[in-house]
Each structure stands twice: as structure tokens, then as C-alpha cells.
């Protein structure tokens, strides 16, 4: 056996793992009869009828409130599969992610038939299930579409709170999404494991992006400097600078603005840009003790 | 907004020629009815609209006139599908894209499934999509089996309605009845006998498409009335200020039944706008404009005025109406109405 091999098997052993878990979590959080209903439904995932009747229904008989995942079963999630965040699932998501994993017992091409009849929150749990499909299940077609969508709720079921894109984009791929999302104004910072792929021809369309919404005088998303961080210099960002308050010893006020600025750049590698922000940014202190972060722009 | 704007400012010197971009909607942007707090503007539902044929105009100009939300049947589309998949893709369309394009505009978009009377007449591809038909009729904001009923009033039509009831009483919906445009009175009879025959009650069967001649009998037989205000062929907003004046409210249903045609996405409003300066009390207007459609499709459990008078109970993820500055801060498309748009703004 490969080492490969090997450690494609573990990963499916620990979703399989994952996918029991999320069981637990959903049966007690459904009342009994709609515990039973699920457990029929899941039983009868190899007929056609039954699965597409249980998968469109799920909604009615869950409603529309969030999965429960308290801090301990955070957790679980994350020692069975890193970067599995669950709490930003709904109860429906959950269910309907129980139904397309059964179906693919049956079916491999199970994720691909009920994402051709999907609505909008039907395709969101198809795609926040990514996590816990099999490693021999090819969703490649099923994500391109996900990424070309307009619906910006589709595309953050891809792209938000998950390790998936991450992990398993090659390079090309995940610079679309990127920019996309900023294209979109979508928030990066729910981006798994944004800052470490990050990389050169990253920057330089997220420049050009810059550049092209610059020329038509449109607004920039926030976060776009994190894409450059690490590959641009001073005189190649500062053009795009927002306009900031700053006090009569050149300190920035502390808007979100400025505070995005900060957390975006703090890390560059330019030195011009190192003394740029250095100098005029007020948030070193909070940087460094954590208090500042993407999730907290507002709330601090 | 999470959004950085380009300005004449500091940090951009080389552009200072730029104009300023971005702003922000402030208080003068908005309609004056909007900005007094003493003027409440007035919810309108319209439960029969085919937005699949309309524009972004439209939206914009229906959210503006107070439409809170909106149903759309499923219908042909002025011409004979002939395969199935077209028919699979148009049922995913009301049920999924067009849904997300009334969010936009602060709309909550509903819809009602089913074989419509025309390409029932279609006999393989009737078969086909009743095949389909059970994988999106619970789907969640699948408020009604319809429109379905008559158009020439032919054996396959009188098949497959009676199949849709029985679909409907299957998955607990209401049914909204397409009354034939032809030979209209018998066949709006006829539509209620079958609904009776098949057991279904009269509360959770809307008649769509009523006129002078058919809406004692539906009234009488305990039926809801639903009126399109089309102009030229199935109702005048005079004519229908008129109905109003002479039946009162209960049970009666105003929409625009707009699509590809010469039709009014504003009808609802507008009918209640000379309802109201024609005497018609409010609390009539209200009902039939708004609340009777609310009451009548409410019976699937799939839409409620929670969804549009408190949205934080939306869910989020089917609506920009949730977005917060920590979700990536879109602007939102309606924000401020003065009925036009500058050419900026169209650019």
C-alpha cells in the first residue's frame, strides 16, 4: 500500500468520522418525529423519489435556524477534520449534507444530480458539504459552477468558513476566487488559510483590479491590500490609498477604515511600506496583542 | 460600507482631477415619504407576477411603490416548451436566480410549481414534467401547486389538473386555479366542480383571473377571487375599483398577473392608490392588496410577514437584506427612491 494511499484512507476514515458526529448533532436537535422522518429518508437515499422529496423538503421540516454546535463540539469538529466550522451551518445544511453523503453510497454522481434540481439554500449545503464528500467523489465541475455563480450566498458556501478551498484549489483556481469575492464585495477574512496562499500573480491581478476600478473612480474592497502585501511596494500601493484623517504627527484616526489599513499591510515585506505604516498606523499595540483582527475590524 | 473610496484626498494626489465616487446615501437622497417619519408607507403584496420576464426596472419601480413581496406562478412563456429540461431549468430559474434578484431590491420572492393548461395539452412532455414536478413542489418558499386549471378545457388539461390537486393534497399546499381566458364562465364552474370532486377545500383554492360574470359563484362557493389587472384583456383598474366597491374585501385578491405581454408590474399599487381616492376605505385596500394573499398563501407555511417586518428572521443567506459591514458590506441596490435614476447611476 502507498503512503498515498494510506493517507487518502485516514482522511476518509476521519470524514466518515465527522459525518456520524454530525448525525449525533442533528438528531438532537430535531424533534422526534422529524428525527424519525430523517432516519427513514436516509434509509431510503438509493430511491430516486424518496431522496429528491426528503432533500427539497428538509426545509419545512427543520425551519430555518442555525445548527447548534457549542463551544466543546467546536471542538470535536475541528480535532476530526481542521478547519471544519459547523457553527456556520444551518440545521437544514446539516440534514441536507446527511442526505447527499447517503446518496453517495448508492451513487457517485449523487451530488451532481440533486445540484441540477438545487435552489439557492439547496446548493449552499451541497457546497458546505464539501468537507465530508469522499476523496473519490470528483466535484471539480460541481465547484466551477458554484465559483461562476452570481448568488453571492452560493458563493460564500464555497468560500467562507471552510478548509476546503484552501486545501484543495490549485493555484489558478484559487486566485479566481479571490478576486472574485472582491469583485463581488465579498469579505475575504472568512477565508481559510487566505494569507498563507497568497502569492505573486495574486498580487498583481489584485493590482490591476485596483488599478481598473481606480480609472472608473469606483470604491476598492478593504481588504484588497492583503492580497498585495508581500509582493508590492510603497510607491505601487499608495496610489490607491484611501483618503484618512490623520492628527498633526501624521497618526491616522481610528476608523475601520485605518484599521483594515493596518491589519492589511502590517506584514508586507517592502521596507518603505514596513516604515509607511509603522509611522502613521495607531494600531501597533492592538495588532500585536490579537485584539485587532479581520473578525473584529468593527466590533473592538 | 467596507469599502475604501478613491478621492481627490492625501494619499492620491496623482488623481486629483478624479470625482469624488462611492458616497454613501445620505438623508436627502431618500423619498421625502420614506424620510418623514410621520408618512408610513404602504405594503403591497402582488401574488402573480412572472418576473422572469421582467427587468430590473421593474423590481426597482414595484420596490419603490411599496411591493414587499411577491409570488411567482409557474406558467408557460408565451410559447410551447418542447423538452422537459427547458421546463427543469425554467422551475429552478423562479425557484433559485429570480428569488435572488428580488432580494436585491428588498423584495421576498416566492413561488408557486406546476403544468400549467397550455403545454398540458403536450402529452409526453406533460407526463415528463409531472415527473418532476413532486422534486419541486416542497422546495422552501413553494407557496402553492399552480397555475393549473383550463385553457381550452380539453381531456389532457382536465388530466393533469386533477393529478396537480391530488399532488397538492399529497404535499399539504394551497392550489392556485388559471381560469381559461375563453369560454371563461364554464370553465371557471367547471375548476371548482373538479376541485370538489377531488376533495380539496375551498379555503386553499385561490381562482385566479376573475371578472364581473365569474365572481359571485367563487365568492359564493367559498373560494378566494383573484383578480388580474391587465390591461385591455382580463381587468381595468377601474373596473376593479368598482368590484371592490361593490363586494367589499373578503376574500378578494388584487395582482398584476405581469409578463412578456403589455402588462403592469404596478397594478397592485396603482389599483389601490384609485381605490383609495375613490372612496374605498383602507382597511378594504389593505385586505385585498395585501393581507388576503398573505392569508391565502400562508396556508403552506411557507411565507409570512416575518419574513419582510422583521429580517433578521430572513434567512441571510438568501438575501443581501442581511448583509452586514462584517459580511463584506454591499452596497444595497435600493437604498434611495426618487422614482428615476441619474445616468450615472444607470452607468
Not at chain 1, 154 to 174: C, G, K, M, N, T
Not at chain 2, 211 to 235: C, H, Q
Request: hydrophobic share 40%; glycine share 6%.
Amino acid at each position: 500500500m502507498s503512503s498515498t494511499q494510506r493517507t487518502t484512507e485516514s482522511a476518509d476514515s476521519a470524514r466518515i468520522r465527522a459525518a456520524a458526529q454530525l448525525h449525533k448533532w442533528v438528531v438532537a436537535a430535531l424533534a422526534s418525529d422529524e428525527a424519525q422522518w430523517l432516519d427513514e429518508a436516509l434509509t431510503k437515499a438509493d430511491v430516486r423519489r424518496s431522496l429528491d422529496i426528503a432533500f427539497s423538503r428538509t426545509g419545512r421540516k427543520t425551519g430555518t435556524g442555525r445548527l447548534t454546535v457549542d463551544i466543546a463540539a467546536q471542538a470535536t469538529a475541528a480535532s476530526l477534520i481542521a478547519g471544519w466550522q459547523p457553527e456556520h451551518w444551518d440545521l437544514s445544511d446539516a440534514v441536507r449534507i446527511l442526505l447527499a453523503i447517503a446518496a453517495l453510497e448508492h451513487d457517485p454522481t449523487a451530488l451532481d444530480r440533486l445540484a441540477r434540481h438545487a435552489d439557492i439554500g439547496e446548493q449552499c449545503a451541497l457546497y458546505r458539504g464539501l468537507v465530508l464528500y469522499p476523496a473519490d467523489v470528483d466535484v471539480s465541475d460541481l465547484v466551477g459552477r458554484g465559483l461562476r455563480t452570481h448568488a453571492q450566498p452560493v458563493f460564500e458556501s464555497i468560500a467562507h468558513y471552510s478548509p476546503w478551498p484552501a486545501r484543495e484549489l490549485d493555484q489558478h483556481r484559487w486566485n479566481h476566487l479571490v478576486l472574485k469575492a472582491m469583485f463581488m464585495d465579498i469579505a475575504l477574512w472568512p477565508i481559510q488559510g487566505f494569507d498563507d496562499r497568497r502569492n505573486a500573480d495574486l498580487a498583481r491581478m489584485a493590482l490591476d483590479f485596483a488599478a481598473e476600478r481606480y480609472a472608473a473612480a469606483r470604491a476598492l474592497p478593504l481588504e484588497l491590500f492583503r492580497c498585495v502585501a508581500p509582493f508590492a511596494s510603497l510607491s505601487e500601493v499608495i496610489r490607491y490609498m484611501p483618503d484618512v484623517q490623520a492628527d498633526a504627527r501624521g497618526r491616522w484616526q481610528d476608523t475601520v477604515t485605518t484599521r483594515a489599513l493596518s491589519l492589511s499591510l502590517w506584514d508586507s515585506t517592502d521596507r518603505d511600506l514596513t516604515e509607511f505604516i509603522r509611522a502613521h498606523s495607531p494600531h501597533e499595540a492592538v495588532i500585536q496583542s490579537g485584539e485587532l483582527h479581520w473578525g473584529a475590524l468593527v466590533a473592538i | 460600507m467596507l469599502a475604501l473610496r478613491v478621492s481627490d484626498g492625501k494619499y492620491a494626489t496623482e488623481r486629483q482631477d478624479r470625482p469624488l465616487c462611492g458616497r454613501p446615501p445620505t438623508e436627502n437622497d431618500m423619498n421625502p415619504d420614506i424620510k418623514d417619519s410621520t408618512a408610513i408607507r404602504q405594503m403591497f403584496i402582488d401574488p402573480h407576477a412572472h418576473m422572469i420576464s421582467r427587468t430590473t426596472d421593474d423590481y426597482e419601480a414595484m420596490a419603490a411603490a411599496g411591493i414587499v413581496a411577491l409570488i411567482e406562478p409557474a406558467f408557460w412563456q408565451g410559447q410551447p416548451r418542447t423538452h422537459v429540461a427547458t421546463y427543469e431549468d425554467y422551475l429552478s430559474a423562479i425557484l433559485g436566480f429570480e428569488r435572488f434578484r428580488a432580494s436585491q431590491f428588498g423584495i421576498r420572492h416566492y413561488c408557486t410549481i406546476g403544468l400549467n393548461s397550455k403545454e398540458a395539452n403536450d402529452e409526453s412532455l406533460a407526463e415528463a414534467v409531472m415527473d418532476i414536478l413532486p422534486r419541486f413542489a416542497a422546495k422552501d418558499g413553494v407557496v402553492a401547486i399552480g397555475e393549473i386549471g383550463y385553457d381550452e378545457q380539453t381531456e389532457l388539461e382536465d388530466r393533469y389538473f386533477r393529478a396537480q390537486i391530488e399532488l397538492a393534497k399529497e404535499l399539504e399546499l394551497p392550489v392556485l386555479v388559471h381560469t381559461p381566458h375563453r369560454d371563461k364562465k364554464a370553465g371557471t364552474t367547471r375548476s371548482m366542480d373538479v376541485c370538489e370532486e377531488h376533495g380539496i377545500d375551498p379555503r386553499m383554492v385561490i381562482v385566479d383571473h376573475n371578472n364581473e360574470e365569474t365572481i359571485d359563484e367563487v365568492l359564493e362557493r367559498g373560494y378566494w377571487a383573484a383578480f388580474s389587472v391587465y390591461p385591455s384583456t382580463k381587468m381595468g383598474k377601474e373596473r376593479m375599483v368598482r368590484l371592490m366597491k361593490s363586494y367589499g374585501a373578503e376574500r378578494v385578491i388584487v395582482n398584476s398577473a405581469c409578463d412578456w405581454g403589455i402588462s403592469e408590474p404596478l397594478a397592485v399599487a396603482k389599483t389601490a392608490e384609485l381605490a383609495l381616492s375613490s372612496g374605498v376605505p383602507a382597511e378594504a385596500v389593505h385586505l385585498s392588496c395585501y393581507a388576503n394573499a398573505l392569508a391565502a398563501y400562508g396556508q403552506s407555511g411557507q411565507i409570512s410577514d416575518s419574513h419582510w417586518l422583521t429580517p433578521m428572521e430572513i434567512d441571510q443567506r438568501e438575501s443581501f437584506a442581511g448583509n452586514s459591514i462584517l459580511r463584506g458590506g454591499r452596497e444595497p441596490v435600493v437604498e434611495h427612491h426618487d422614482g428615476r435614476r441619474t445616468p450615472n447611476e444607470a452607468a
